[in-house]
Structures are given as C-alpha cells and as structure tokens.
C-alpha cells in the first residue's frame, strides 16, 4: 500500500486519515508481529486466489486446536489475498485446503503420506490431487503439529513461495523450545526495555487480555511450545494457591496453541510459603511439601511444563546452602515433577563471591563432576557463552563436556548488553555462530547443536531457552527490528541448522514488504548489525565493559566494586603495558576446559582469530595484528569501524523511507539516531579510557574523543529500565 | 455494527473475522475514547450529510493548531457519516462548516456574532448563512477556541444532536483544567492501576509515541488545557536538563492542542540537583538558584505553566524544615516563575506526624491563618474533602475560608480507595455533590463551584485538577468505564455546573450505542454505582477503613501502625459502646472550621443527614435511624445494600449483552463479577470486625460472613498495584 508512494500531497494524506477512520484501518504499530496479514501485492493475490477456495478442516467444531487453525487460516487467507476461503465438510473443488491427521481424514490416508517420519509435532504440506480435485495438504500426526503446518502454510504465501508442487516436511529438532519471561510479579520486568510485563497478573485469572491468545499465536506460529511466565530470581509466592490460578488461566489460553506453562521455582519456597523451617534435599518434610505442591500445580494445570530453577547464583537460595550439590537440589524438584511428566532445568549460571577462579570456569567447575548424577527429567540449562550475554562469547565449554546430562541452551533474546531495545542489532548471526561452533567433543562435527539436539550424546530430553524481550510496549518488543530476534529465535528453536539469513529474509518480507530493494537494503543491515555492536563496545573479544548494574553504556574504568567479577577492569585487565585477560595455560587455564582442538586453537595466538583474541589472551599494546596494524591502532580502528557501520545503516534505512509505512519507519529512524549517538559515546569514552592506561596517542587522522574521560565517568542513568 | 445482533452464528463469526483482516478493522479495545468516529446509524448518517460536505478553514495550511482541526473533522465527520467532507478555501454551497476567528474570515467578520462574551477560550457553533449558502460557523477569538467548538461539533453528531438551527455559546469558568499524573521516572505509576506511565522516560525525546498526540487529542476533546507530567511525590532529576528536554518533546506535541506542560517541584532541589546546602526559600542563593532553572525551563518550554508542589506533607521537603511558612515556601518559586507568567499550585494537603489534633482539621489550621500571604500567581490546590479522596466526605471547609487566596480543587480520577480500576464506580455524582455543596462562606449560594471558578471572591487564577487515571493499558484506564470519570472529569472542569447524569448519557452514546436501552440502563449503572462502593465499602460517613499502604480491599481493624492517622481505628473509633469520630464541639470542633450554618448542620444528628453521620459524631450502636433500624442494623444493612447493588449492576449489564460488542461487553462483566465478589468481602469483613467490636447479633434474616474474621485479617496482597 505504501511501497510505491514517493511523494503523498497533504490532500491524499487527509484522504488516508479519513479512509483510516472510516475503516478502522489502524497504522501499522508493529502489533501484528509476524501475523501480518496486510494484502499482498495484486498479482501474488491472483496467482494464490484459485488455490485457496475451500478450507476442509474435519473435526474443527469440537477441538479447540483445530477451532484455532481455522480461525487462523480464514484471518490469514483472507487478508493476505482479499478473499477468505470458504469452509466446507470436505474435498468438493480445486483450490482446496485439507488439513487432517490420516486419522481424522480418510482422504489423508488414501495419500498414503510418510507420516511416521513426522513424529509428534512435525507436519507435512504437499500439493496433491483429491477425487479429480487439485489442492493442499497439510497432515501431521496430532492437532499441533497441524497448527504448526499451518502456519507455514501461511508464511508460504507471506513470502511469495509456489504453492503449486509444494512438497515439504519439517519437524523440531529440539523438544523444549521455550520463551523464559524474567517477569515479576509487580509487572516489572529484569532485563524488560519494550514496557512491563504482559502478565497482568493483578487481574488474572478474572480478567484475559486479548494479547495473550495474540502471544499464543505468535509462539505458535514460530514453533515455540511452552513459557516460563515468571522470573529466574523468582518470588516463592509464585507458586501459592492464588497466583498458580493465575498461572492456570494463561495455560488455559495457551492450551489450544501448544504453549505449555512452566514455572521459575524458588528453592527455599517450602520456607517462605510453605512454613518449614528448611529447604534441604535431603529432609522429608522437604520432599513432601514439593511432592505436594506439584499434586497441586497438576490439578489446576495438567499439562504444566516444569520448574526452571536459578540456584545458587547472584544471591539467590539452592541446594549448596546445605550442603547438597546442584544434582541433589534439582533431583528434589525432578522427583516430585516426575509422576506427572514434568522437567526440570536446572541453570548451570553459577559464580561465587568467594571463588578466586576465573568466572569463566566457575560453571564447568561445578557442573560437569555431576555429569551422570542428574535424574532423568533434569535438563541442565547453559548459556550461550562461559560470562553473561555478552555481544560475542565463545561457545560455553559446559557444551560437549557432560556427556550423560541433557544440556538445553539459553540464549538472550532481549538485548541486555547490546544496546537495551533501541539499539538495532539482528541476534540472528549469534546464535548461528554459537550454534554451528564445533565443540569436538566427539570429534570434528561435534556441533553445539547437536548437543542441544540429542544427537550427539544420545539424549530425548532436548530443549533451547530465550530470555524474552516481550513486554507491553504496542509492537511487543520496543521496535519492530527487535521482533526479528524473538522469530528468529523461535525459526532456530525448531532447527538449529537454519540460516539466520534465509530467517533474516523471511522476516522481512513478512514484516515489511516483496519489495527487492527493501529486501537487499533489510538484509545488509539485519547481517552487519550485531558485528556493529561488537565493535562499537567490546572489540577484539573484550567483554562485559558495560557500566555497573543497568549495563546502559560504557563503563571500562570500573574497577571498584565489591565482587572483582562484577568490575570491568577484571575482563580487561588493560595495563601501561597491554590488554586482555589471558586464559593459556600461562594464565586461567580456562582453554583448557575445551576439547582439545578447540583448547589449541584458543590458546594460540595466531589461531584463535581477531573476534576471540583478548577473550583468550593478554597482549602487548603493540602486538601486530594481521591488519597490519598494532593491537592499540587496531582496537581504535574496530571502534571507528563501530561507529561507522551504524552510520551506514541509518543512511541505508533512510534510502528506505519511501517504501516504507509512515509510523514504522519514523520510530525506527529515530532509534537509529539514537543509535549512533550512542555508538560515538561508547567509541569515545572506551577510547578516552584505554588511552588513559595505554598513554599510547592516537594514530594519525583518527579523531580525539568529543570530551575528557571525567566527562564520561560523571555521566549517570539513575532511572535506566530494566534493572 | 453490533447493536442489532442478538445471535451470530458461527459462520458469520468467521466472516466478521476475515473481514476484519482483510479491511484491517480493529477490535474496539478501547483506545479510541471519546474520539470514537464509528459511523453511525444509516439514518444518522442520512441526516447529517447534507449538512457537513465541505470544510474551510483559512488558514490551516501555516498554523498547527487549525491542521489539528482540520485533521481531527476530516476524520471524525468522516468516520462517523462513512464519508468525509470536502475542503475547500471558501465557502461555495450548502453545507459548509466554517470554522474561523473574525480576524481570518471576512465571513465570520460579517456574522457580528457575539464573540466579546466568548473570552480566549470559548467558542460558539451556529446555523447561519453565508452569501445565499446555508452551512455551520465556528467561531472564536482564538485558534484554541476554534479546536474547541469544532470538538463540540463532533460531539454533537456523536450524540446525535440536531445541526439545523444550532446556536451554542461556551467558555470554560474555570482558567486551569489539569491533569495531575503521579507518574515517576521508573514508569511506575503512584496509584496507578492501567499498567505503567504512558511518559516513556527513557526513550524521551528521541521517540515520540503516537500515543502523545491522541492523549492531547483526548484531553482537547474535553477543555483540559494543561497536565503535570510527574508524581507529586518528585524526583529533582525531573528538572535536570536531561529529564527537561523530555519534558520539552512532550510540550512540542501538545502546544497545537493547547495543552501546557507543568511540573511537579521537589523543593529541595537546589540541594540534590543545584550543589546548594540549603533550600532555606530565605537564602539569596536559593532564590538564585530557583530563577535561574525558570529560565533554564522557559528556554525549552516558552508556554511552561508552572509548578505543582507537595511540600512538608507525607515526608517531602518543604520551607517549614527552615522554619518558613507555606506561604514563603510557595512565594519564593512564584517569584522564579513569575517574570515567565508561570504559576505555582501549592497544595494542601498536610498533615503532621507529631500534631495530635484531628486530621482533618490540620490542612485549615495551617493554611487559613496564610490567607492573604501568596503572590498574585500561587494557587492552593485542596483535595476536595478533608481526609483524602474517601469514597465520601463533606467537602473541604477551606472552601470559602480563604478569600483572599485562590483554591484550586483536586479531584481524584484513579480510584484508589474506591476499588483500584476493577470496581465500576462512575465519580460524576461525587464531583457533583461537591461542586455543588454550599459554603456558605458569603451567605446562601456560596457553593464550592463558586470558590473554584474564582466569583465567589473576584480571582482571576482558577483552577481544578484531577489525578490521572491514565495509564499504557491499551483503553487507557484499565476499565472502559473507568474512562467516564476522565471524560466527566473534564466536562465538569470546563463548566462546574454541568450535570453527571448530563455528562453520563452523552458518554454512553459516544461510547457505546445510542440504543435506548442501553442508555437506560447505562445511565442506572453510572449514577448508583458511586454510592454502592460507599455502602459497601464505608457507609454511612465512615472513612479510611482501607488495607494499609495499597488501600486495596477492608483492614478495619488495623490500628497498629506507627502514626495514629495512618489506622483506620483512628477514623471509626468503634468500640462496643457505639461507632463514629465526635467532630461536634464535644469532640475534635472541626465542625467549627466550616461556616455557621453549615457547621450547626453537621454538628447536629439530625440535621447532618446519613451519608456524613459517622463521619461527625461517635453514636451508640443503638441510635435510632430515621429507617427504624438502630445504628447497628442500618450498618449491616448497607453492607447487603452495597453488595445488592453490585449484584442488580451486573445483572444490568448482562441483559446488554447483545447490545455491545464482544471484548467490551467480556472485559466489563469479568470486571464485575470481581466488583461482586470484593463487595462481598468488603461486606462480610467489615461486619465480621464489627461485631466483634460491637458484640450484637446480626439482625434477623442477615447471612454472617463466610469465614472468621482472623481468615479476612490474615489476607495479604503484596502485590498490590499503585503502591
């Protein structure tokens, strides 16, 4: 509608307010996610019209699933071609849509279709022939995995795809493919910059909003099959009778859509809710309570997912404060769980004050003795990378390492550390890299996705987390670019070998437009976006140079907190006379808790490569680079070159303002803006701070910082979000 | 669309649902308000069209505030008649509206209306002809005015009011209509109950929500010319440059819709913010200090209105920690505001940890003895009773008792002792019977309206204000009721005549329908709903009997906290003798503050009339009742009453079910059936308590509570909202 309007004289631009009102057309505020089903362009709604007629979906009357595939398909089809198909008992003309199980259709099974490779939740859309009727299939062996046919069905048509000889099957890789929501009761949100929670848990379970069936749709529509609703640091009231019937109706909204519920479980909750006067493993009353408490969870929520447990981590209560192991406190909650199906993760994100060694060895120190101790339907969760989110990690050596404990990942999908929601930064290229990086455990190809997978140790417990950046804010996320790391988060999920560039272009169309130069100009930016980021605050595999607390902007300098891993000086440990933490042998050690080849390559200067190097080493400030330049000249050069591809994306989204919606474009416009500030802050300050302790100047034509480095240390952000 | 469809079968379900992609129709969620241009009836429509086909306004292309006209009748006429009028440069046929001051138009000019009378505010809207054409005039002195009468316009075909003939002439009576929002810097929200501050802070002033336009839009709608943007209870960072140039992006927005920016004053700022040791309003320095970040803010805000201060009240700083008066304090920022045109709203409302004498007598006693003391440009804000926004209480005896000084009246449009934003309770009768109430202060007619619109004592400053309701809930309030209270809230600040019932209908037909029996029945609900929360809540004139801290839900019996009138056992003072606070010369005289006949009304059992009985005089629970009930069976009563009327309310509005669309209609009865089930603990735990108090059986045929009074005692929600 907006793509070929250059110049809109006001005349028209009243004309359009009032058509706007007249029709109830709303702007496009970013809330339809990736269920925008705006018209197509007129000849991709003419070549799809005569193949989608007819909808036949047996059964739909009584099964809520099937209820919601109807409603999704008849919403979709008719926006996306004008015209909704019609629904019918059955198979009566060309241009029909069948959607059944064998079981459900007898048409189905006359297909003879290889459902059995399909499994649970797998699906299968095929182009075929009906009694003389040429049409589409989408078969699957349950009701979701029909709704998740579906919904590649549908984004068949929102990327322009033949429907004519389609023939594809697809079934998750991965069984737990969660959205963790760090929410708190109060409605606030750790980590949350897109608004406050969208649990409205004050009015739950009497009042349900609309958005969560729209959170459904969304997640289902991308393959996600279940939510931790509340945060890691979780509040014990979490699981009383009053709020597990909270927790109850929004599995009751979910249910049709495959979202199954889970819980952050606090581990001294029989304390603080349930009046004992411990929490130890090992003491009945303990086991009771827990036994108890998940009778109770499963009569209000049967098909309630698990417990997701942070436990002694950053303060907060498990197992050690009684002297028990992480396998004996997660093994407490798996074994009430286990009569009902439910799971356990158990975070592996552990570090403690009192611990001398490397934070980055902390969690593989304490996790990987207990490789075989954990019960069955215990998953151990590992994020992505050995610190905390940062833009770039190495692969987390827990990953390869545990050979008899099912270890799921967690990835942040809010951008905590890279930018909160206003800095554009496509994930998708993060989780590629740590995804496809090979651990060798079992030799070459031993891929952390096949880790996470099952495949490479044999486990059938699997599962993937992101930390959501879903909040209340209209378009979900905080800006519309943000939402391509929610979906391709969940387009990963399904299976971790998929490119974050095909994901990249599939998000696109569907958001924005078929539209080539909108398509070439989005890719470029959704690729280069997160290297942007690396290289405007934590270059040459610096890390966790953020300031204290909120992590908004730089703070390198800090050096005087209470815990050393808190401080940045600790990850950069920059001197007079050079920079980087060294983890060889001659320093941590910590390469060595990699496999071998891994371990090497790490420890070798010259092997590991400009993205890892003061990740794994501490160099000279005039270490030659294979630029050609010195480390110093080089780490300027990386925060220019940060700098600088933020100003190129924002002069490519500018490019795009005339095939671009009005609202869209202005709000990520400005965002951009922002951006860039930001970026020549962090470039600026990181120098003005490096320079300080390098005492090395400036090499020739770069440009000096806009202010003193007291002019960036005074600055603070004393009402940042999300902290 | 709706109104007529009494059941909608399935496949028409499905239907409304593709349409409503394909044509992108929103659900009516709310968001619109007042600004709700869905067409009308046929006939409606039919009517109107001859009347609204062409629109001039000269001059729109160069001034804000006429484009924000010309936007807002090219959509809502056309919205509303599904078909938009054309604009034109002059008039040139029948059917015109022209919207123009006498200066603009020559036309207007030749109609010699009678705009003298219509102030800089005001309007007036007439059925004329032009050179042979007949069509609409609005006219007014100011481009504000304009945007005024051309809402009022709307509103009459929104309330579908004849056009033919049409002659309205209006100006607001009082000077400031404010909305106070007691939002934070955090988003949180101080008594805020629709999700989080619609200001988002952080991403001022880069990122403009369209949010912003619709709230002035909303706000212009209804006459309020002005809003505080920050929590009474106030950080100094909002008046660092930082937080100031935020303030500035949300005044840009507004200016065309007439809508100033205040700011709340914390008045110890030039401490926190100014490197000052003091904020003595005495020292040079502080004064200094105070008009220097006047013309710091004049710089950014050139129509900055000025400063809202809560000072020594709750634990805020004020010039009494230097031994200086409220007067002083006040003078010493109007002074800074002055040279600008600046104002300073002082409020009221204190009360002393370490003053034993009747809460509600110590905001007179303070600040009476002042009277005369404030510069010409401070106005005293008084809550409008004693206490503080109590479901009811007389109002506030400094109406009239300051002659000299200009109050301002502050209402409360977020409900916070009157069940947070699920309870339905329309404030219109509340406003009303305050507005309304007689002084006395120069004799009989000397009502509160009269004090607040400045001609009982000749001011020139008024004003009212209303604390906010407003929050980033998609329908703004929480409730689509709830949006009736800000809707009525400025109806009556405009004019403090206006009726509640009055403003009721015209709200239900803007909001809903114009079906008959929608506006019957809507109209009952609104007008009783107030007075059920009174009756089951606190009935009979008690107060304050609220839960501590969240004031959600009945804490009657809570008489332990630190400051005495802080316990609700300080406001009933029920013991087994009888029930009710002495206020006569007998007990606390603050009878006395109030005017002669007004105080011999309330000092008199008889005279004072139910509703204010206990909130003037300590009764036995044997008093006769002009019922025939004793005190104590006319409380109980009123509980049942209270919960009767929730019940018959909800009835009401299930029997319009088929009258209003499906996510209103759900939201409000899953909104109502909450509204029962707390009436009813309300009731069942206030008499619990109080027969433990008064140890007398319940009158015959009465249901006990459902549970002891130790269950009601031990209910906790520490996750109350607004808190």
């Known amino acids: 509608m907006y793509s ?16 706007a009102a007249a029709t109830g057309v709303h702007a496009e505020d970013g809330y339809d996610l990736w269920l925008r089903y705006q018209p197509l362009e007129a000849e991709a709604r003419e070549k799809y019209r005569p193949q989608l007629r007819q909808l036949v979906i047996p059964g739909s009357e009584q099964s809520p699933t099937l209820k919601a595939i109807e409603g999704e398909l008849v919403r979709g089809v008719g926006g996306l071609l004008k015209r909704a198909p019609g629904v019918s008992a059955g198979v009566n003309g060309d241009g029909f849509v069948l959607v059944a199980t064998p079981k459900a259709s007898r048409d189905v099974r006359a297909q003879n279709f290889p459902v059995h490779k399909l499994g649970e939740e797998g699906y299968l859309v095929r182009s075929t022939t009906i009694r003389g009727h040429r049409g589409t299939v989408v078969a699957a062996n349950s009701e979701l995995g029909l709704l998740y046919g579906s919904f590649h069905l549908l984004r068949l048509l929102q990327t322009r795809s033949a429907l004519e000889g389609v ?79 909270k927790a109850a109706a929004l599995a009751d909204v979910f249910r049709p859509y495959g979202i199954r519920v889970y819980l ?24 009771r309570w827990w036994a108890h408490k998940a009778d109770e969870i499963y009569r209000l929520i049967p098909d309630f997912g698990g417990f997701l447990v942070k436990a002694n981590s950053e303060g907060q209560p498990g197992p050690q404060d009684y002297g028990r192991s992480h396998a004996e406190g997660a093994n407490l909650l798996a074994r009430a769980l286990n009569p009902h199906g439910g799971v356990v993760m158990w975070r592996a994100f552990v570090y403690q004050q009192d611990n001398p060694e490397d934070r980055a060895k902390q969690a593989y120190s304490d996790f990987v003795p207990l490789d075989g101790q954990f019960d069955d339907n215990v998953i151990v969760q590992v994020k992505n990378g050995p610190i905390d989110f940062q833009p770039r990690e190495p692969f987390h050596p827990m990953f390869g390492a545990m050979p008899k404990t099912p270890l799921m990942m967690e990835f942040q999908i ?24 090979d651990t060798f455990a079992e030799g070459p190809g031993s891929t952390v996705a096949k880790v996470i997978d099952g495949s490479l140790h044999g486990h059938q417990l699997t599962g993937i987390a992101g930390v959501a950046n879903i909040g209340s804010d209209r378009d979900w996320t905080g800006s519309t670019f943000n939402q391509a790391n929610w979906y391709v988060f969940g387009r990963m999920a399904w299976n971790p070998q998929t490119g974050a560039e095909e994901v990249a272009r599939d998000w696109l169309k569907i958001t924005f437009s078929n539209n080539p130069v909108v398509l070439t100009t989005g890719q470029d930016m959704l690729r280069d976006s997160r290297q942007a980021v690396v290289d405007y605050m934590t270059p040459l595999g610096l890390a966790h ?75 000279p400030w005039d270490y030659p680079m294979t630029s050609g330049r010195d480390l110093w000249e080089e780490l300027v050069h990386r925060y220019d070159t940060g700098v600088a591809e933020v100003r190129e994306m924002r ?20 965002l951009l803006r922002v951006q860039e500030r930001e970026a020549q802050w962090w470039r ?38 999300g902290h």
């Open 414 to 437: 809010t951008k905590e550390y890279l930018g909160f929601a206003s800095h554009l930064a496509y994930l998708g290229p993060m989780y590629e890299e740590v995804l496809r990086a």
């Open 264 to 287: 952050s479980a606090r581990f001294s909750a029989p304390v603080e809710i349930g009046g004992l006067d411990t929490a130890d493993p090992k003491d009945p009353d303990v086991q």
């Open 651 to 670: 002069a490519q989204w500018q490019s795009l303002e005339p095939l671009i919606d009005a609202e869209r474009f202005d709000k990520t416009a400005r």
């Open 684 to 721: 600026d300050a990181s120098i003005a701070y490096f320079q300080s302790v390098s005492q090395r100047p400036l090499p020739e034509g770069v440009a000096p910082p806009a202010h003193s480095l007291e002019h960036y240390q005074a600055v603070k952000y004393p009402w940042a979000p």
């Open 167 to 245: 023939s594809i099957e697809s079934r998750p890789r991965i069984g737990l493919r969660l959205l963790n929501h760090w929410d708190n009761l109060d409605r606030s949100v750790e980590r949350g910059y897109a608004g406050q929670s969208i649990w409205d848990w004050w009015n739950l379970p009497d009042v349900l909003d609309p958005r969560y069936t729209d959170y459904a749709r969304a997640n289902a529509a991308i393959g996600i099959n279940g939510t931790v609703l509340n945060n890691v640091n979780a509040s014990a009231d979490s699981l009383t009778p009053r709020y597990l019937a």
């Open 545 to 619: 140079l953020m300031a204290t607390g909120h992590h908004y902007g730089p703070g390198p300098w800090v050096s005087d907190l209470a815990r050393p891993e808190w401080n940045p000086a600790y990850y950069h440990r920059a001197d007079k006379n050079g920079i980087g933490f060294d983890r060889t042998s001659e320093g941590s050690n910590a390469v060595a808790q990699y496999a071998d080849p891994v371990a090497k390559r790490f420890a070798s200067r010259s092997d590991v490569g400009d993205d890892l190097l003061l990740w794994f080493h501490h160099l």
């Open 4 to 19: 070929d309007a250059f110049f809109i004289p006001r005349a028209l631009l009243l004309f359009a307010v009032f058509l």
